[in-house]
């Protein structure tokens, strides 16, 4: 009689075993192996689910035992296979990294010469490895960013949905739709998508610092601006909602209804109709494009560079032109490379005003996290510019509309008021906790 009561108690505790909760609140004393073994679910499983580093929990505190796909990731056995079912929207990758094994591996255990998948087809998963434990390396984080994505011929709004982890309604607001009847083919849509980025240095000054001086004697409006703050936002400013033509503004008045800490004029545009005269990437989207030869182009996680425009190149945009950019401006000539002055430049500025002395503003990189946004009023040729730059530490530099169109701002108030109206500016905007976007 004792031993069918202890049988019948291992086989119940075997039974809770499989039962895993959806979450787990701390108690005084947990540890993550004591909430192990209580819920079957792994320590790694643990810390990946809830994105913890190291093995430090707090009473009160609520963590995650099921996985994304809405199933417990299961206690992994020393040794042998676990059985799973694919379920839909799974990927090979996925499941790799749900488990904690290769995708090559979950090939080799299950005679899979690519990566294709049935709904319902079951998988041997096989042990981890220690070369195979680590989900993603220590160097990155995974941030959720939006993009937007081309409707296909056979999407329905419930693929849609599944496919980026939302439900239909969800996809729906997002998009700001009453119903999906205006979903077609070839419309784009607005959805989310967790992208491994670098983890950003910490932070070497304030967001943005202000000063004027005096290199070479010439008074500048310098900004400093650290992008290695998460909450650092750097983005086209229009005059209106959207990029209106036949519509400017003045520098300080971009800043006044913009907000942004700092606002320096944008690059050149018609006199006439105000259209921008190379590429303009704003939230992820494709605003204007030209043939501008080179940009500033700033991914969706703060890292800056000068690259060249493929727009340009080609003579007309693709889908894939500025892919990952959340920010692109494009302007010029390049008056900095490598820390050197430039003093030749692209055929695709002939103007020969250009060249002579005129008020000048520029941005430029000290490092991709570091980057400056300069503007005077004092007449400078392009190579004096650039001479200016490079004694302030700059490396790499474009210019921007200079003349009567140069300006910047700080703190919504004009420190030089650009003459004319301008097409747009460039603003930065601190504690910015809204959606990163990409394209």
Partial sequence: MRRLFVSLLLASLGCAALAVPASVTVRSGDTLFRISTRTGVSVADIQRLNGLRGTTIRAGQVLRLVGPAGAATPARPASGAVPYTVKKGDTLSAIAARFGVTVAALQAGNSLRGTALAVGQRLKIPPRTRAAAPVRPPTTEVRVVYRYVR????????????????????????????????????????????????????????????????????????????????????????????LVFNSGARVGELARRSGARVLVNGSYFHPQSFAPAGDIVMQGRLLTWGRIPQALAITPDNRAAIRPSATALLGRPLDTTWTGMETVIATGPRILSGGQVVTRYSTAFRDPALFGRAARSAVGLVSNRDLVLVSTHAKLTTTEMGKLLLRLGVRDALLLDGGSSAGIAWNGRAVLDSVRRVSYGIGVFTNYTGRRYAR
């Fill in 151 to 242: 409707v296909g011929v056979k999407d329905t709004p419930q693929a849609l949905a599944a496919r980026y982890r939302l439900s239909v309604d969800d996809l729906r607001r997002l998009n700001g739709l009453g119903s999906f009847k205006h979903i077609v083919p070839g419309k784009k849509l607005l959805v989310p998508s967790r992208v491994p980025v670098p983890i950003p240095p910490k932070p070497q000054r304030d967001p943005v610092t202000f000063k004027r001086l005096t290199p070479l004697n010439v008074p500048m409006q310098i900004a400093n601006v650290d992008l290695r703050w998460r909450s650092t936002l750097v983005a086209p400013v229009l005059p209106g909602r959207a």
